[in-house]
């Protein structure tokens, strides 16, 4: 996070500054998305009053760039290791929300769980390589008229199994190029957590203060 606060005091208000950034965003994402019982829905630690957790992709531009094709709809999946969690409880699960930030610690969008599967590193497909990579996937809904409660999408059959090799595999420079751009995740035979996404909601990129002030 980028902390613009002088002082001896300034991480701490920094942070706190940032504390409340992020709540009051909550609190225009729950009205604008049209959430339901967010307690009931997303599990412990989270209510009307406590925010989902808050993450970034990088303090840089290139974080800024991938956080952009969420926002906008041209990347709709996230990848990483199952050694990267400690225990099958720490997995990403249907119906999870999550604030993104910007480089800057600023936060810029709500967005939901809507798939996880864990697959072997060779048995990712092409749809998800192109979703993951930031390829033309169906646009998420922002804010759309489904409520989170919506029994089809919190418990029902999970929707990733395009995640999985098979007839899915159409487009073999998709995978390629998802492979060559995750070679660091291991071998054929690493697992991956293969997550997608939907935006709920969305905030603009806060303005550049202006010059002097």
Same mark, same amino acid.
């Given at each position: 996070?980028?902390?613009?606060?002088?002082?001896?005091?300034?991480?701490?208000?920094?942070?706190?500054?940032?504390?409340?950034?992020?709540?009051?965003?909550?609190?225009?994402?729950?009205?604008?998305?049209?959430?339901?019982?967010?307690?009931?829905?997303?599990?412990?630690?989270?209510?009307?009053?406590?925010?989902?957790?808050?993450?970034?992709?990088?303090?840089?531009?290139?974080?800024?760039?991938?956080?952009?094709?969420?926002?906008?709809?041209?990347?709709?999946?996230?990848?990483?290791?199952?050694?990267?969690?400690?225990?099958?409880?720490?997995?990403?699960?249907?119906?999870?929300?999550?604030?993104?930030?910007?480089?800057?610690?600023?936060?810029?969008?709500?967005?939901?769980? @809507?798939?996880? /599967?864990? =697959?072997?590193?060779?048995? *990712? +497909?092409? %749809?998800? !390589?192109? #979703?993951?990579?930031?390829?033309?996937?169906?646009?998420?809904?922002?804010?759309?008229?489904?409520?989170?409660?919506?029994?089809?999408?919190?418990?029902?059959?999970? @929707?990733?199994? /395009?995640? =999985?090799?098979?007839?899915? *595999? +159409?487009? %073999?420079? !998709?995978? #390629?190029?998802?492979?060559?751009?995750?070679?660091?995740?291991?071998?054929?035979?690493?697992?991956?957590?293969?997550?997608?996404?939907?935006?709920?909601?969305?905030?603009?990129?806060?303005?550049?203060?202006?010059?002097?002030?």
């Amino acid at each position: 996070m980028t902390d613009e606060t002088s002082g001896p005091d300034g991480d701490v208000a920094g942070d706190q500054q940032q504390a409340e950034s992020i709540l009051a965003f909550w609190e225009a994402a729950r009205s604008r998305a049209r959430l339901g019982t967010i307690a009931v829905l997303t599990g412990y630690g989270v209510t009307e009053t406590i925010p989902p957790e808050a993450w970034s992709f990088g303090d840089d531009a290139a974080a800024d760039a991938m956080l952009d094709a969420v926002v906008d709809g041209r990347r709709t999946g996230l990848s990483s290791a199952r050694t990267d969690y400690a225990s099958d409880d720490e997995l990403p699960a249907v119906g999870d929300l999550a604030i993104l930030l910007d480089a800057a610690g600023a936060p810029r969008a709500l967005v939901r769980t @809507v798939a996880v /599967d864990v =697959v072997p590193f060779a048995e *990712v +497909g092409a %749809e998800f !390589a192109r #979703a993951d990579l930031g390829g033309e996937t169906a646009r998420p809904t922002v804010g759309g008229d489904d409520s989170v409660g919506d029994d089809d999408s919190i418990g029902g059959a999970s @929707v990733g199994e /395009d995640a =999985v090799g098979g007839d899915s *595999v +159409g487009d %073999e420079d !998709a995978v #390629a190029a998802w492979r060559a751009a995750h070679a660091d995740l291991g071998g054929d035979d690493v697992l991956v957590v293969c997550e997608r996404l939907e935006v709920r909601f969305a905030a603009g990129p806060e303005p550049e203060p202006a010059p002097g002030s």
